[in-house]
């Protein structure tokens, strides 16, 4: 059984997702690959007990808790990414503490969807990350399957109220 097709949506509170239905009202199973990273890069994966957390008044370390056994029961892996740190994170450049805000990231990224090398779900990846301006970052995500590219998706992470 394949996975339902997501469709992203930005609004004001941020970036939304919805199944996408055919025209015979039947739900679109196509693009499953494109959808499984989507729910990659849009859940958030639990933290690590080293990782700063964006509230310092929080112990909240989020993630799934179905996560918690998912190489043992299933062979699986933990779905989601650490992207959710930053969202308090100043845009910095190498010389900040915690590095670059782009290096985090694209590290960010790339070990999100690094399951899906592994498994040879796909055979490599390529991740580009570019600051916009002084809220966004844009980054573009290549999955590849041998020689052609599998998907390409463009991702923009927005930051509020930052001070330089």
Do not use: C, H
Not at 109 to 116: N, V
Not at 139 to 157: C, F
């Amino acid at each position: 059984m394949t996975d339902i097709r997501l469709k992203e949506y930005a609004d004001p509170a941020g970036v939304t997702m919805d199944w996408l239905l055919l025209d015979i009202g039947m739900l679109d199973e196509r693009d499953e690959l494109a959808t499984a990273v989507r729910v990659a890069l849009g859940s958030d994966a639990m933290a690590s007990v080293d990782d700063v957390l964006p509230d310092p008044d929080s112990t909240d370390r989020r993630g799934w808790w179905g996560d918690m056994d998912t190489q043992l029961i299933w062979n699986g892996w933990p779905i989601g990414s650490r992207l959710w740190l930053l969202s308090r994170a100043k845009m910095t450049d190498g010389r900040a503490q915690q590095g670059s805000i782009l290096t985090r990231v694209k590290f960010y990224i790339q070990e999100a969807l690094q399951p899906f090398i592994d498994l040879k779900i796909a055979s490599s990846m390529y991740v580009a990350v570019s600051r916009v301006d002084r809220q966004r970052i844009n980054a573009l995500v290549r999955l590849y399957r041998g020689p052609k590219t599998a998907i390409e998706l463009q991702y923009q992470v927005l930051w509020q109220d930052i001070i330089e």
